[in-house]
Structures are given as structure tokens and as C-alpha cells.
């Protein structure tokens, strides 16, 4: 059997890798068009910001090693130009020498990946513009960083890459401005999670203009489409990216919703014995089973493991993903997995909302909060997306909930998890376990949660809401959420007597634990209709800070 593959990074290579494993005798080429293979996009930010010294550290293997260790042909610079897949015939170009030759497969494996996406900004091809998608623009970034030492730079796009170079380039000393044409950074994250990541990105001294597009690029500035002129000798195109699917196109491989070449299970295509993976395929949702595009690396490996090992007589099947993402801006990590909350409600869920902040570890040892913001189907009490904000503790929580959601756990299971404790590492209750008791109350309507946009909507449509602080006097005094009277919990027994039991009723703390507090001696007095604002106070404030920022 011949297999050939188009395409040598992440997701190529691990086809090769996984046929090989399984088949000594199989002949396996893989042809590539760019100069280096199986090398780390994700880690180009971290060399530009001087925290990997080598470049050649993300370039840790190359067709010579390949050969050695998989018995597998790679050749770079390696064009596939023209596929027949009647005759199942490839026609590959040498873009060094222009030569071009014909070779047969018996499979053939699309791991094209993707290109960086160029928008149409008058002067986007100046020299000092530059993608961040492989190694040798990377080296030239690196070179006109060394040679011409700019001081300012102007990122265009807030995602993954863009929020990453905008880090690493202040790091370095320069002025960093990011430019993002929708209304919030990062558009996988709900807008009251990105705004604590934009607030932290501005207090790391970047500019971060929203609702904003470059229209205009010169030698010395980018001028925005509201006539903003930004000071730039330096600009760093991170606009996204889209799958390679011209050559696929062109023999009638079908594409899927997103765009990517559609594939099953099995990472087949509609046409026989032709497969896709990587960042040229399409995946789909673990939970709503529809397409879903998310170009990681980590996917990337995945389908490549797959489609090799199918390929050889394996059974291995995809079963979808996530779209879990976690990336470090400065001081925070922010991670999502999951649907969001506009994701979920644009797919038909009825859900509730939980805003959970609690420190990592325990305070008494320096624990630092993070923010929880976790999504619960009301019909089956599935967990249906997490999105979580902190300077520590992050990655290991995220983690949790990505299995606990792909094995399809309800709210009160994550309660019962027997997670690992010990002060420098946890509290005796995990911000895990208390997400999945306070969200199973709430699916329980034994304590509702109300969130303060969904408060602010229902006073502003008119209804009336009786509104409790909880908290000690001098905190409700410093802030409040508006139409707040304050009854501090230990009074609110006797206090609750000179209040409607009728009337809708929402109460409040700091964070949520004393307004939940709250919200049980009133539900216990008889109360008909008792909320706990969720996340507290210091999610209102949050609230009422990005609506006056956006």
C-alpha cells in the first residue's frame, strides 16, 4: 500500500507516525510545500518575546530524522499541484527547480492545514507587516525586530496569536496596540468574561481599540476606519486563519458548514480512499454533534492519529471536540471549553448561569481568585460549557470540566468528585465541586441565580425586584448594586419581617457565599421568588464597568 500525505506539521506527520506503527511494509511520502516540518506555531510568540531562545528549539525534528525513525519519505519544498483521483495520480511541483513529476497512491491524506487570512487594508503589503503562521516569518519578524528596533506596533486582531505577540512584544519594551473589529477581544468567550481579560490587557499598559479596522497602513502609522492614527513601525497581522481547500475543491472533496473539507468519523471524505485532518478539516461539537471549525494543534494531532491508524485496518474513531482553548495574557490564564453562554442559547438550551470566584488555593497560603463562569443545561443538568479567568489554577480546573463534560456529567457530579487536596494546591471544597453544588441548587430551583445583566434586563422591562446586601455596612457602602437596600445577614431575620414576601427578592454579598446565605433564611421565612445575584457584587461591578466601556 501507498499512502501519500499533503502536508508535513502536526497533523501530517502524525498520520505518517501511526501508519508506520501499524504497518511496517506500507511505502508512506509526504509531500510539503514550506521549507520546515512538524514545528510549533503556537510556541512563534514565546521565541519573538526572547522567552524561547532558539528559534530551532520549535523545529525539533526534520525529514532526515523522520526517515530514521518512521522509515517515511518527506520532501519539502514539495508542491502537490494537480490530483486525478480516478487514476488515483498526483502531479507535485520542486518549488526550487520548477521540476514537476507524477507519483500514485493507492490513499491519499489532505494535512494542507490552513493560511493566515490578509485583510484588505490598503499597504498591507509593506515590508514591515507581517503574518505569524510559520518558522521563516518568524525569523523575519526576528530579523526586523533586531535590525530596524521598532518601538511601536500595532496588532491587528485579539485572538489566540494576537493577545499572545501582544504580551510577549510588551515584554520586549515595545508599544503595543491591538486593533479588533468586533465589540470584545476573543470572540469564543462571553462578553463579561472577555472584559476581565480587556481590562487586564490595559492595565498591562496596551492600547486596545474595540469596534475598530485598519483601513490604512503606511511606513510610520495605521490609520483606523474612524480616522484614528496609531504610530506603528512594526505591524502584526493575527486576523485568523482558513483551510486550505483549493486543491481538494478542484477533484469535488466536499466541504463542510465551516468551510473546512468535510470528513466522518473515520476522517474520510466523499471520495474513496481520500482522507483529511488537521487544520484543513472540519470537526464537530462533542455536544450539539454539528460542524465546528477550530484550527489547534492539538486537534491536529488527534485527526492525524486517527486517519493513520484507519487507514492501516485500525478502528479508531473521531469523537469530536470541544473547542477547548487556553492561552496566558500577562498575569491571567483564561481557558474555555465547551459552549458559551450565547452559543448555548443560539442552539435552543434552556440554561442556567453560575459566576463562581474563589481563590485557587487556600487564602491563608496566598490563594489568588479566579473566576468561573459555568453553563447547565436546566432540562438535564449536563454541564454545557466552563470559561475560566485566574492567575493560577486554570489549566488544572479546565482540565476537569473537559473530561467531565465529554463524559457527559451532570452538575451534581462534579460535587462528588474526589479531587485532590492539600492547601498549596486546593481549597477543602474545589472551585470545581462548589460550581457543580451551586449550579445543581440553582437547576434544583432550590436557590435560583440571577446574573446581573439578566437583573438589570427585567428592571429595565419593568418589573419589580426587592434587592438585598447582605454584606457589612461599610462594604455596601464603598459599592452596591443599584436599588440595593442594605440588611446585613445577621439581621435579616428580623429585618425580613418589614419586607414583601410577594415581590421578587435578590440577594447579594461579595461574591455569592453570604448572599446564598441570604437567600436561604428568606426562602425558609416563606419568600415565594428568591434569587442569589450571581458572582455577587464584584460580578455587578464588573457588569457595570464594561457596559460603561463598550
Known sequence: MKIIVIGSVAAGTSVAAKARRNDEKAEITLYHADYDISYSICGIPYFLGGEVDELETLTPRNAAWFKKRYNVDIHTRHEVINIDSDKKMITVKNLDTNEEKVDHYDTLVFANGAAPITPPIQGVDRQHVFH?????????????????????????????????????????????????????????????????????????????????????????????????????????????????????????????????????????????????????????????????YRPLGSTANKMGRIAGDVITDGDLEHRGILGTGILRVFDLAVGYTGLSEKEAKKEGFDIEILHNIKPAKAAYLGGKEIVIKAIADRKTSRILGVQIVGAEGVDKRIDVFVTAISLKAKAKDLFHLDLAYAPPFSTTKDPVMYTGMALQNALDKKNKLITPQQLTARIENGEQFQIIDARATKQYEESKVDGAVNIPLAQLREEAKKLDPNIPTVTYCNKGVTGNAAQNVLINMGFKEVYNLSGGNKNYQSFKRSISTH
Open 132 to 292: 505569524v503562521r510559520n518558522i521563516r516569518n518568524t525569523a523575519a519578524i526576528h530579523s526586523f525586530i533586531v535590525s530596524k528596533k521598532p518601538k511601536k506596533v500595532t496588532i491587528i486582531g485579539a485572538g489566540f496569536i494576537g493577545l499572545e505577540m501582544a504580551e510577549q512584544l510588551t515584554h520586549k519594551g515595545l508599544e503595543v496596540t491591538i486593533i479588533q473589529r468586533d465589540h470584545q477581544i476573543m470572540p469564543h468567550l462571553d462578553q463579561d468574561i472577555a472584559f476581565l481579560v480587556e481590562e487586564h490587557i490595559r492595565e498591562n499598559g496596551v492600547n486596545l481599540l474595540l469596534n475598530e479596522e485598519a483601513t490604512v497602513i503606511t511606513d510610520n502609522y495605521v490609520e483606523t476606519k474612524s480616522g484614528t492614527v496609531i504610530d506603528s513601525d512594526l505591524v502584526i497581522l493575527a486576523t485568523g486563519v482558513k483551510p486550505n481547500t483549493k486543491l481538494a475543491q478542484k477533484i469535488g472533496v466536499e466541504l463542510g458548514e465551516s468551510g473546512a473539507i468535510k470528513v466522518n468519523a473515520k476522517m474520510e471524505t466523499n471520495i474513496p480512499n481520500i482522507y483529511a485532518v488537521g487544520d484543513v478539516a472540519e470537526s464537530f461539537s462533542v455536544i450539539t454533534g454539528k460542524p465546528i
